[in-house]
DNA sequence: TAGATTGTTAATCGATTAACAATC
DNA sequence: TAGATTGTTAATCGATTAACAATC
């Protein structure tokens, strides 16, 4: 690959690739770039333009090979592995995440939960138990982790992201609401449902 | 407003009203766009671009009243008022949205819980009865409810979503892992974390 | 072969940034 | 006044789309 390929492509891949597992559930072997961008509402050289980054894997006259294209996307994602997570904040929020099971059915297996809070310190969440945040550090070096989920208040989460980068995190999942400054060597996506539901409200009429 | 707001703008409105709510919280009363950039990641210059679509909020020389702006924001993206949302499906992921505070915290008050299994029905969820998904129609209508959630199995979604458009909703987040097919006149955000994750993973060397 | 679809180039479109006059 | 920052225009940058030769 020479070139750098933009993060806005990155950010469909995933996209192309959960459409394409559904197709395979439906039973479906070959799919078109034309048939995929309806069902994504995505223009069908977008796609083509996308995947062509990364090589050919389609044919002409007969389009892709689900699974192939499948496999090969999963190799340029890095998710034909599986990760470890750390999770970080053990209330309502993060027991939930916790207890999800849609993160280790797709390869990202949270394997331990972090809290500040001395009362819930050794209760166990799922099959781990919380482990105090001083703990953090060497837990998270010693299994090597650099993936972690950000589920504290708010006002806690810059505090959080400085120790998990610290102790060698590369990728945040931060579903506090605030935004995050970190090293440009750090990746950091966000989740904050309410903010969806701001950018619709707009086009509501009154 | 002559000209139609391109509709990236109008998604990072929420972005800039959430980071002055956080300035608020920390007692400042006034900030520029290059403060606020310079939080966000964002460039100055396009903040004051995206906010002059709306009007001039902010003073040369000085910036911008925060408690001004806050309000400016709100009214634009009609997130002054409170709305009421219906919420579809009451498994694991669903209970957990409904108990989750941060909605109605901001303006979004979940009134109606709906599910199709029958040993669900009736049962309480919060301070809500989850009602047959029979019901959702003549509810929803009854309750001029303009925005819902799914949180059903990704194979259910597509259906739940006809019968949530037909019942008038225009607004959906959607938090099963599925691409929904919708009218023009239906808005649809997607929460899928799995995804974000996906896009982070990329960048982490091997 | 005829029909279909890819991968890629060039053209278009739109978004971001730089720059600065206006002005507080 | 001098310094700061807005709102806006023009320039730049980058992403999307259209089109088509290649080819299955």
Redesign the pocket.
């Known amino acids: 690959m020479p070139t750098e390929i ?1 993060d ?1 492509v990155i950010s469909r891949l995933p996209v192309y690739l959960r459409a394409l597992e559904r197709l395979t559930q439906e039973g479906q072997e070959v799919t ?3 048939e995929l961008g309806r069902r994504l509402g ?5 796609i ?2 996308d ?2 980054h990364f090589g ?9 090979k689900i699974a192939f294209l499948k496999d090969q996307l999963r190799q340029v994602l890095k998710v034909e592995r599986e990760w470890h997570v750390a999770l970080v904040g053990a209330g309502d929020l993060g027991s939930a995440i916790a207890r999800y099971r849609g993160f280790s059915d797709r390869g990202f297996h949270i394997t331990c939960v972090f809290d500040s809070s001395p009362e819930k310190i050794g209760r166990k969440l799922g099959t781990f138990q919380i482990q105090p945040i001083t703990e953090l550090d060497a837990f998270v070096k010693s299994q090597n982790i650099k993936i972690a989920m950000i589920a504290v208040p708010a006002e806690h989460a810059q505090q959080v992201a400085e120790i998990l980068i610290k102790a060698g995190v590369k990728a945040i999942l931060n579903y506090a609401p605030i935004n995050l400054t970190v090293p440009d060597s750090v990746h950091v996506q966000y989740i904050d449902p309410v903010l969806h539901l701001q950018r619709m409200t707009y086009y509501l009429s009154d």
């Open positions: 933009p806005i078109s770039s034309h995505i223009s069908s050289a977008q083509r333009k995947l062509s050919g894997f389609g044919k002409q006259g007969t389009g892709y």
